[in-house]
């Protein structure tokens, strides 16, 4: 049986041939939307590619209180748990490098970020995104440009060199890992101010990036690493914001796509493709964007479930039962209290501020599902409704597609497999989009 990485290679390779094919990545460390994404590729029969962010999980243990080692036993636990096969696993490392510690000097935060890679190849994690874009405290130049390419390419290689090293002592039972380079413009987690179009990057600047990458891999004798390289994050023209979607406009890209087919092996890693449409994402694979990162989208189904699960439960128990979960209330009060994921992203008065906690699609409230609170109001609203029948015009109401899936019989009316099903209405989209299904 092939392994999950070859299956992923030949999947690149098809869409450089002029196949539609293509992969989505879950890029989420919650336990109940990756139990759904497993659920999506067993299903398809095909392989999961999930990644966590240097913000998530690093050797500190990130947002998550995850280090990479761990992050792997949790994902197999959840692998074990709906019988998904580990060999279809493939695990990624998305944004690696200094990042989590620009603030400091450059030569600090690249300490720090070696160990970082280090840690995830020593896991097992095989696709790594080599991200070195961002200014460290005392990197000169205008910040209201990027850094320059040189500079970038320069520590790119360095990290390459950390995990070809730490690979060769630890990992050689593992095909030697792939690597990501180049990075998408805004910041990862959607666009902090308002815009009137997205502009994809230009091919000249995509050629810039392979050409100046290649030339200091081949500097520190990586030769073999750079056949190794095999996607490039770029800018198709695609984001969101709070309230807007920037829709993939293929004619736009169109020289963009063409450029890439220059090069041996190489396809492009689309950034922020949450809330594209099934069409649009489908052109992005034909156009050969064809591995696409999700993460908000997923996390804001799971809440627009639990929303849906918490109407339900009021209309079945009376809005004055003191019974009630109070998860809404729940997440608003620890959001207030806990203002650091959200307070400087949302801007606006207070309504506009309350607005975007429950209902911005950048999502901030992704980060808050760990705390106690949150997850004890979420498990009595599982409880409540577990203990009555939820009445088939409820769901018709405040969940409909599930409503018809109840009424088929494919899924049952329990809290758990309802919010399953809605989190596979998007990531539904994204396999049939990459031909998954």
Known sequence: MKSSLEAFLELMEANRNGLAKGIYSVCTAHPEVLEAGFKQAKSDKSLLLIESTSNQVDQYGGYTGMKPADFVEFINGIADKTGFPKEM???GGDHLGPNPWRK???????????????EYVKAGF????????????????DRSKPLSDEIVAERAAALCRVAEDTWAEYRKDYHK????????????GGAQEEEDEVIPTSPADARETISVTKKHFKKAGLDEAWNRVIGVVVQPGVEFSDDRIFAFQPEKAEDLSKNILEYDRLVYEAHSTDYQTEGMLRKLVE????????GPWLTYAYREALLSLEAIEVEIYGAGNPNLSKFSETLEKVMINEPKYWEPYYHGDEQQKAFKRKYSFSDRVRYYWPVKEIEEAKNKLFSNLNKKEIPLSLLSQYMPVQFYQVC????????TELVHSHINTVTGIYSRACGLS
Not at 128 to 137: E, N, P, Q, R, V
Request: charged letters at 20%; aromatic letters at 4%; proline letters at 8%.
């Open 177 to 188: 890992p792939v690597y990501i380079i180049g990075t998408e413009v805004p910041v990862p």
């Open 104 to 118: 400091l000097p450059a030569a600090e935060a690249m300490d720090k970020a070696k160990v970082l890679i280090a």
């Open 287 to 294: 156009g050969h964007f064809c591995i696409l990162k999700v």
């Open 126 to 141: 095989q696709k790594i995104h080599l991200d070195t874009s961002m200014f460290c405290a005392d990197d000169e130049g």
């Open 408 to 415: 088929e019989g494919t899924i049952k009316a329990n809290p």
């Open 89 to 91: 696993i493939l695990l």
